[in-house]
């Protein structure tokens, strides 16, 4: 067993322990249901074969999450007056996004974020080219979303290279 | 109370975002642009409530609670928006091959 799936075993019982601790609010008696279902949890994990590639970095986290917190603010009150406004001036469209993230838990936390940020929202993922939903016509950069993607590569450590945007293979490379 | 005012505040609020995801919902034309109303508004909605029930809240605990079902929450509704657009545009994309293939098909003739 080499350090890495057992770091990811640890990290794995933590985070489920303490869930269950949260959800429990602390009872002991409550950790006869909750150990075993840790262990499941753990053992699934492991079963399900390669364990995550990498973690969040914790001081990531931190410079994360208020660029989070107020991207998710800025785009609900953006939706809401859209959706309130009586002419609803909306123009939807489709825009394509070339991934420079490579595939992993990265990339999942990109895609899913996209879907926060104000007036996109992430639709399909086709060959490292990911289907971007637009409530306000193309604009012409994706300035929002390689903003969004340059973030989310410093959360977990991974340097973007920077590649031009009409060339058709970018890529990245872990640090 | 200022807390228990500015509780109310936030609570208000998210009922707010509540409506405006409900009203996006009925009102946009399509199913692509009704998730962006159901995923965003719905989300800042309940990041509202909970911001004002962790006011009302005495134990960090509890705290911890209420923010955990914001954040599974959150993460249901991200993943599930993905998949249901994903799926509708599939769909779609397989429509419109059916409908070109129809029209390859009846164009041919003498």
């Given at each position: 067993m080499n350090r890495h799936i057992a770091s990811s075993i640890v990290s794995t019982a933590l985070l489920s322990g303490f869930i269950w601790w949260i959800l429990s609010d602390g009872v002991w008696a409550s950790w006869i249901i909750g150990l075993p279902t840790i262990l499941l949890i753990v053992g699934w994990n492991l079963n399900q074969g390669t364990p995550s590639q990498s973690l969040p970095r914790f001081?990531?986290?931190?410079?994360?999450?208020?660029?989070?917190?107020?991207?998710?603010?800025?785009?609900?009150?953006?939706?809401?007056?859209?959706?309130?406004?009586?002419?609803?001036?909306?123009?939807?469209?489709?825009?394509?996004?070339?991934?420079?993230?490579?595939?992993?838990?990265?990339?999942?936390?990109?895609?899913?974020?996209?879907?926060?940020?104000?007036?996109t929202l992430s639709a399909d993922l086709l060959r490292e080219k990911l289907i971007v939903h637009r409530l306000r016509g193309a604009p012409d950069d994706d300035q929002d979303l390689r903003e969004c993607e340059q973030r989310v590569a410093r959360l977990y450590g991974l340097t973007l290279t920077d590649a031009d945007p009409s060339q058709s293979n970018p890529g990245a490379s872990w640090s | 109370m200022s807390l228990e005012f500015l509780s109310v505040l936030l609570a208000t609020a998210g009922v707010l975002f509540f409506f405006a995801g409900a009203m996006g919902l009925l009102r946009f034309p399509d199913v692509y642009s009704r998730l962006h109303a159901l995923t965003k508004a719905d989300n800042l909605g309940l990041g509202l409530i909970v911001a004002a029930g962790i006011l009302q809240l005495p134990s960090p605990a509890q705290w911890l609670k209420l923010i955990l079902i914001w954040l599974m929450v959150m993460l249901s509704g991200a993943v599930t928006c993905h998949l249901v657009a994903r799926r509708a545009r599939r769909i779609d994309s397989h429509l419109d091959k059916t409908f070109e293939s129809d029209l390859q098909q009846k164009e041919p003739g003498p």
């Open positions: 001081f990531g986290l931190l410079e994360f999450l208020p660029y989070f917190l107020w991207e998710s603010l800025r785009g609900g009150i953006d939706v809401a007056r859209l959706a309130l406004a009586p002419n609803m001036p909306i123009d939807p469209c489709f825009t394509v996004y070339d991934l420079r993230l490579p595939k992993g838990p990265a990339q999942r936390v990109f895609i899913n974020t996209v879907s926060l940020l104000p007036g | -």
